[in-house]
């Protein structure tokens, strides 16, 4: 079982939000109440405010879409990366409620190629394989508007934009807020000869005040779910084995999708259980009307189990079979299954903020970060189930990473046409890995032989200037660059040799520089059309995990897996958007292209057969994207946007059957719809669609893009939400996502038809 520790830091977080919800409820809220009681109350008419910009309205930099305050109201936001639902040409990886997830815009994504910020800061973890981003570091509550960014075409945002960037802009409290958000939800799951209900539950509190020129914001929150089965027991009819088996019963069957082949199912890996903390104290102070500082610290824990891994075999008695040959169909085949396992993890964020703007004159901004994912540790058993319950051998893995960000913008207008900005950014990746053997499972101090080791570092500088001309209403222009120099250094490669010694491999140290220029013209013909044009070019370096994560052959002494060689990425990106404003919304139709040399990708290297991390020459996806939106009245919204992408492999050296194919793991359609309903002041409805094609697994792809257990398949997921405001105080909302159960895989399978039910208490 996961034992909870108590953190000194989230207690004390979590004594000061409730310092302050007791004053605020023994002060001012009992005076409102009297307050309420004892004056005429007037109905005004309705008046709508909003600052956010019209859908019609274009920057010179390339195409982006704005998401508010009104938008994340209507949506069902379980976990935070929910505000992403339903927005043009973007996909995240995120198989159940509350999990990390990788984003990926216009289909690049996957390989560092998108980035999401909060405040300026980096979320987006560069120093993992998969570039997830920790959506649980950010509650929905304290968000105050999302910014989408399509394409690297502002000199604002590094290489890692070839896709685009997802940009968090947190509030600040104007007065005095608290918030207590408490939800609940499940799924019945059931897969193969799998079945359960999981259910997940979260609360949130949040406080915020305003004291002069001082304000504070705290949150704290609880995550805790039952995560379904990601990984499977499967076996093809042709992977036999030798010998003979003993004959066994309760297997299930399917089609393999990547051969076409009758494929056996023999268990799961069981339900998860995962239990998040989170919690955030941010300070500041104002300086003057137009100056700000702040600063912010938080605090998170995630821990995890998995101890039910299930077999479906069954011997004659009836009893379980979790090892050796069994016989199935007339055939032998030697099953395996995942072992019991337990993971922790734990982080600290620091952020220091410094933001000047005043109406006219220079703008400021300056944001630093320390990132510091101090343990991520994993203690798994070598040994067979159900015997590995209760101990033995096994494995820990224990790893630190992190990062550093310093971000410096100001701009300012010159001569009422020119709109000047520029910059200096640096950032530092940070990771240190150990994988050790164990006498004793679940004691991580039975420590006996030292198996792997990684280390590493990249840092990067960068300069970057851009000019946003405005010759008249009709045409503007933007003109940008941005230098980066980058760096990666004090890496090594630790192992063991077969005589048992540990030997350690360093890694050369590499250094790299490059510019990037950015154009765009916008042609306006009237205020209701918009014509762009935006190109770019980028770069983009390779992260710590894909140059540093590795092993030693213990025979050579040599690295394998893994190439510090890897080059850096290259886009020429070029999009045209062509943007019309209706009454009520916008039309916009946007063609676009990125050509990507020494695309980096893990592939098996057709002349050595090792896996790993190699550059593909030459990749070009290219796509066009519609996008509309429309109020019809005060009651009705619509919201339709549809892509189609070709991405296509065109030069491959390493595996040259791929050439001419599809990039795996990349659909080519991906649609949102969403009907919104107000019929009363307090009541709202939310019906949504999400489409995406299947997709393939294989490089030359080979793969018969059937349904089931690693595959990519397509899926259409029909979404619907209820809200209704009781009072100024009071929320409950009930939602149903995937309303028709489907079975969705994107190689791991994704949570089924899901009930969640939220209360929020606001003041």
């Given amino acids: 079982m996961i ?29 409102e109440e009297i307050a309420e009681t004892d004056k005429p109350v007037k109905k005004l008419e309705d008046i709508m405010v909003t600052d956010k910009r019209p859908e019609g309205e274009v920057k010179a930099t390339g195409v982006e879409k704005i998401i508010d305050q009104e938008d994340l109201e209507i949506k069902q936001v379980t976990s935070t990366s929910d505000i992403l639902k339903y927005v043009p040409s973007i996909d995240v990886t995120s198989r159940e409620p509350g999990a990390s997830g990788r984003v990926t815009i216009r289909g690049l994504g996957r390989g560092a190629r998108s980035v999401t910020l909060s405040d300026g800061i980096v979320m987006t973890d560069f120093t993992s394989s998969g570039n997830n981003v920790n959506w649980s570091q950010i509650a929905p509550e304290e968000i105050d508007n999302v910014e989408v960014v399509y394409g690297p075409f502002s000199a604002l945002y590094s290489g890692n934009t070839m896709g685009g960037a997802v940009a968090i802009t947190t509030k600040d409290p104007e007065k005095r807020e608290m918030s207590v958000t408490a939800g609940y939800g499940f799924q019945n799951y059931s897969m193969y000869n799998y079945s359960e209900t999981l259910p997940y539950s979260k609360i949130n509190v949040t406080y915020g005040d305003r004291i002069g020129r001082f304000h504070i914001f705290g949150l704290l929150n609880r995550f805790d779910v039952d995560v379904q089965p990601y990984t499977y027991s499967t076996k093809t009819e042709s992977s036999t084995s030798s010998g003979t088996g003993e004959p066994a019963t309760g297997w299930d069957v399917d089609t393999d999708p990547l051969t076409g082949e009758k494929r056996y199912i023999f268990g799961d890996q069981g339900e998860r259980e995962r239990l998040k903390y989170m919690g955030k104290l941010r300070f500041g102070f104002d300086l003057n009307e137009f100056t700000t500082i702040s600063a912010e610290y938080r605090h998170w824990t995630e821990d995890e189990e998995m101890y039910h891994s299930d077999t479906y075999l069954r011997d004659s008695q009836g009893n379980p079979i979790w090892s050796g040959n069994v016989e199935v169909d007339g055939q032998t085949y030697n099953p395996s299954y995942s072992g019991p396992r337990e993971s922790e993890a734990a ?16 703008k400021t901004r300056v944001t630093a970060a320390y ?3 101090y343990k991520d540790q994993t203690l798994r058993s070598s040994g067979t189930m159900p015997e590995a319950l209760d101990g033995g051998e096994g494995k820990v893995s224990d790893a630190s990473t992190g990062w550093y960000n310093i971000d410096w913008q100001s701009s300012i207008t010159m001569f009422e046409q020119h709109e000047i900005a520029g910059g200096f950014h640096y950032d530092q990746y940070f990771t240190d890995s150990e994988s050790w053997k164990l006498s004793e499972w679940k004691d991580e101090d039975s420590k006996t032989e030292f198996s792997s080791g990684s280390d590493g570092k990249t840092k990067c500088y960068a300069l970057f200037l851009q000019d946003e001309w405005t010759f008249s209403d009709k045409y503007s222009l933007y003109v940008g660059g941005r230098h980066e120099w ?3 250094y ?26 990037s220029p950015k154009l765009a013209f916008t042609y306006r013909p009237n205020p209701k059309w918009s014509l762009r044009l935006s190109l770019a070019q980028a770069y983009r370096f390779p992260t710590t995990a894909e140059l540093f994560y590795g092993s030693i052959d213990s025979s050579t002494g040599y690295t394998t897996k893994t190439n510090p060689d890897l080059k850096t990425e290259k886009t020429f990106a070029k999009d045209i958007s062509i943007t019309r404003t209706i009454d009520g919304g916008s039309v916009r139709l946007s063609l676009f292209e990125n050509d990507v040399d020494d695309y980096i990708y893990r592939q098996t290297n057709i002349d050595t057969q090792v896996n790993y991390y190699q550059n593909i020459e030459k990749v070009r996806i290219r796509g066009v994207e519609f996008d509309i939106s429309k109020r019809f009245t005060r009651y009705f919204k619509s919201s339709f946007n549809v892509t189609f992408l070709e991405p296509k492999i065109r030069e491959n050296s390493g595996y040259p059957d791929s050439e001419g194919k599809i990039v795996p793991s990349v659909a080519q359609w991906i649609g949102n719809l969403t009907l919104e309903f107000t019929p009363m002041e307090k009541l709202s409805v939310l019906l949504g669609g999400r489409y995406r094609s299947t997709a393939y697994s294989e490089l030359d792809n080979s793969d018969e893009r059937e349904d089931g257990y690693g595959g990519y398949n397509g899926s259409l997921i029909l979404d619907a939400k209820v809200a209704y405001q009781f009072n100024r105080n009071w929320r409950l909302s009930l939602a149903v996502d995937n309303i028709t159960d489907e079975e969705v895989f994107w190689y791991h399978p994704y949570n089924q038809r899901m009930y969640s039910f939220e209360l929020k208490w606001s003041y």
């Fill in 347 to 362: 982080g600290d964020v620091y952020q220091l903020a410094f933001k000047r703007e005043p109406e006219e004159g220079l």
């Fill in 486 to 488: 980058w760096k990666g």
């Fill in 490 to 515: 004090d890496a090594s490669l630790s192992g063991v040799d077969s005589n048992g010694n540990i030997i350690t491999q360093n890694i050369e140290e590499r250094n790299e520089d490059y510019f």
């Fill in 371 to 373: 990132v510091d994912n």
């Fill in 3 to 31: 034992t909870i520790q108590k953190s000194s830091k989230l207690y004390w977080i979590s004594v000061l939000l409730v310092i302050g919800l007791m004053l605020t409820a023994g002060g001012d809220l009992r005076a």
